[in-house]
């Protein structure tokens, strides 16, 4: 991935709370990594986070002017689900690897999109952030489910709660709009995405949603409460 062998040089669209508590103290840790550029929802954003975060990285104002840099070799996406698709695809358009945040993207259609065109860039890393659930203990699981240690599975119980969204008057959570977030089931997908790590593909779905609170400071809200 480097080029002349120097440090891998990162541009970081979306810098919210994911990007700067998660990501960015794990990468400022590798002595390899440079972060050079910065686009967030706002130039004044892109701004503070660059004179609090990365002093030596610019501010960009529009994502596409990042994508289009020439000595960048990463661009590393933060942003809601609504943008990883076009970001990721121009990205590998412009010859940069991609890191996504997870989740991958609106829907099946724009998943698929986003998969042909890694597969179209083959010499280009595309890679989804996983789900940090199971990670000290998935080689474990998997060596225990491939030697037969607890026989075969036949049931599968995945229960995930989360009080988030109980106060009837809050306004919508990010998630909870199908605009920015799309089809996804808020906190339920990425235990689903351990389990095939373990077990394998799923071959088939079926699903029951409740939405329990549907309007939220005038916002009417389609993403289901429960699932």
């Known amino acids: ?22 990501h960015l103290p794990a990468l400022k840790k590798h002595p390899e990594v440079e972060i050079v550029a910065v686009s967030n929802s706002t130039y004044e954003s892109s701004e503070k986070f660059c004179s609090e975060n990365a002093p030596g990285a610019t501010p960009i104002q529009n994502w596409p ?3 289009a840099l020439h000595d960048l070799d990463v661009v590393w996406i933060g942003t809601p689900p609504y943008m990883h698709s076009a970001v990721t695809i121009s990205a590998l358009e412009a010859g940069k690897h991609v890191f996504c945040q997870a989740r991958m993207s609106m829907d099946l ?4 999109e986003m998969l042909a065109a890694s597969k179209r860039y083959p010499e280009l890393v595309t890679m989804l952030c996983p789900p940090p659930f199971g990670m000290r203990a998935d080689l474990l699981v998997k060596k225990i ?8 599975t ?16 809050t306004p919508a ?12 089931t808020l906190t339920l997908g990425i235990y689903v995405e351990v389990l095939q790590r373990w077990l394998g593909d799923i071959t088939g779905v079926f699903a029951r949603g409740k ?12 993403v289901p409460d429960l699932l």
């Open 1 to 22: 991935m480097h080029k002349n062998n120097h440090k891998l040089r990162i541009g970081i669209i979306g810098a919210g709370n994911i990007v700067r508590t998660r």
């Open 65 to 67: 002017e990042l994508v």
């Open 109 to 112: 259609a724009e998943a698929e």
């Open 145 to 152: 489910l491939a030697e037969n240690y607890i026989g075969r």
């Open 154 to 169: 036949h049931h599968v119980r995945l229960q995930s709660f989360t009080g988030n969204y109980l106060d009837p008057d």
């Open 173 to 184: 959570h990010w998630r909870q709009k199908i605009e920015i977030s799309g089809l996804n």
């Open 211 to 222: 939405i329990i609170r549907p309007v939220r400071e005038g916002y009417g809200v389609i």
